[in-house]
């Protein structure tokens, strides 16, 4: 077994304690649980200051030293994203320049932002709903979906869209129209059911009618 992408030291020895239920370690569990969280944990810096300690390295003091390292880390992460420049200028080339040497140095695809991975559990866009095409994980302004115009012969007189000044609050797009719950009623094999519109954003805004 191996420590997981996304998941902790901690995590780590809770799936490795539930398997060594299963084999005949007896009184040797927490050292085969030690020798293998140090093997088989994702960091080599974590893994040199492990070893550092030697056979005195007790399965809760490596937990302790492991909280330690991945709380400065994710201290160290979130301390470089705060960091990034907002000064601008107004030359042209200077703002190519900027803008080429930021994608050359690696931006996240969920986010657009530099400083680190898509993978990183720290991401801004982690668990956010794009106010684009309503996909989990990833902000408007780095969607790759195509939105689908709206038909000429459409019913719709106009709509609103209330945009927020953060890219991490929601968005809402309203139809114009008494608003009836969001239900319908379908009829199924003959029979009628009541169902709710689900129309891919986070609020339905519908009238009945339409």
Known sequence: MVQGEDETIDQFEIRL???????????????????????????????????????????????????????VKR???????????????DDRRTRRNSRDTTLSGGECYRCGRRGHFARDPLCPARGKKCSKCSHVGHFANVCKTKVKEIPSRSRVQYMRVDECKEEEDEYVFAVAGDAQGGKITVNIGGIPVEMIIDSGASTNVISQAL
């Not at 201290?75 to 907002?86: A, D, H, R």
């Open 17 to 71: 304690r539930c398997k060594a239920q299963q084999c005949d370690y007896g009184d040797q569990m927490e050292a085969q649980i030690r020798d293998q969280i140090i093997s088989k944990c994702c960091s080599n810096e974590l893994r040199r200051k492990l070893l550092e300690k030697g056979q005195t390295l007790t399965l809760q003091t490596l937990q302790e030293i492991a909280r330690n390292y991945e709380t």
């Open 75 to 89: 201290q160290t992460q979130s301390m470089s994203l705060s960091s990034v420049s907002v000064n601008r200028v």
